[in-house]
């Protein structure tokens, strides 16, 4: 195995620790062939007091057990153990320094045709690397280049926003090579009525007037970045609200910056050859509080921290 990124020593699989270089499915895995398979990307972040702690631990675990009632698989494991087995593979992966945590759950081997069956054979991994600025430094530091994609985010009856499925993310790949090909860091889909809906990982905030506006829920991921941006900004006190607005809205906007566990916190400085600028100050007031929340710097959120 050879990564770009440091990887965790073990992986938790089915309720045991398994060496990261022993762990290998097999070319008959259902999941690898149509893939129906959920997943959670969750951050795990050194704290000012030289701890780990991992961010929004049950929510994010909430999220993964939604995601696999609406795929239909029977996740053999509690929301507490999947909660103590994620603690466990920080513990176990030899990253001092915090790191990204991986649960997915995928369909093994035995059923070969699309229905996978009224038991099919479930399984669940958690892996941990080492993940840095997920659009790059530039992007974080500067702001990012985003084109709109020509791709659209899928219908509400094709899609399902509130599922993390691996599947779904063929969209977000598709999506991420037309603008990286393009020469931007990131794309933007819209929804199938043509209103801004997210990035290919990310969701989307602008700042205009006076009022910081995120899409509504429908046709994106319920994000648990979004969630923890519109706490944070509603308790400084700024104007908040979730409703739909159009790409020529997003061109006028004082500020725009996406939210993610990969991107965090990611300014966005031009979007399809229209400048939007430097990171403004909501942008850094919002993004300096989350970094310090992340860390432990701020004793109101810190019910957001699990300790590992
Ligand atoms: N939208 C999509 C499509 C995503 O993949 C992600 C990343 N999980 C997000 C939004 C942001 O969600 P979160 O803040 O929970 O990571």
């Known amino acids: 195995m050879s990564f770009k990124q440091k990887i965790g020593e073990y992986i938790w699989w089915n309720g045991k620790k398994v060496k990261t270089e022993e762990a290998k499915i097999g070319l008959f895995t259902h999941s690898l062939h149509y893939g129906l398979g959920a997943f959670e990307g969750i951050r795990c972040y050194k704290t000012t007091d030289n701890r780990l702690a991992v961010f929004r631990l049950p929510e994010h675990i909430q999220r993964l057990i939604d995601s696999c009632k609406i795929a239909h698989m029977n996740v053999p494991y509690s929301k507490q153990e999947l909660v103590d087995a994620c603690v466990e593979v920080v513990k176990n992966s030899g990253i001092a320094s915090g790191c990204y945590l991986r649960p997915l759950v995928f369909i093994g081997e035995g059923p070969l045709g699309l229905y996978p069956g009224k038991n099919p054979p479930i399984e669940v991994a958690i892996m941990a690397w080492e993940w840095g600025s997920y659009l790059g430094n530039d992007a974080k530091d500067a702001g990012a280049k985003i084109k709109i994609s020509s791709y659209s985010r899928g219908h509400v009856n094709s899609t399902m926003t509130k599922a993390k499925l691996s599947g779904q993310y063929v969209n977000s790949i598709l999506a ?51 969630d923890s941006i519109l706490q944070i900004a509603k308790d400084f006190g700024i104007e908040v609200v979730e409703e739909r607005f159009t790409r020529d809205e997003l061109y006028c906007a004082d500020e725009v910056f996406f939210t993610g566990t990969a991107a965090e916190i990611t300014p966005i400085q031009e979007i399809d050859h229209r400048e939007i600028g430097k990171p ?16 432990g710097k701020d004793s109101k959120y810190s019910k957001w921290l699990t300790h590992c």
């Open 280 to 295: 403004g100050p909501i942008t850094k007031k919002i993004s300096q509080k989350f970094f310090d929340v992340v860390q």
């Open 176 to 226: 991420r090579i037309e603008a990286v090909e393009n020469g931007c860091d990131e794309a933007l889909l819209l929804d199938t009525d043509g209103y801004v809906s997210e990035g290919s990982g990310e969701n989307i905030f602008i700042y205009r007037k006076g009022v910081l506006k995120t899409t509504p829920l429908t046709s994106v991921l319920e994000g648990i970045t979004r």
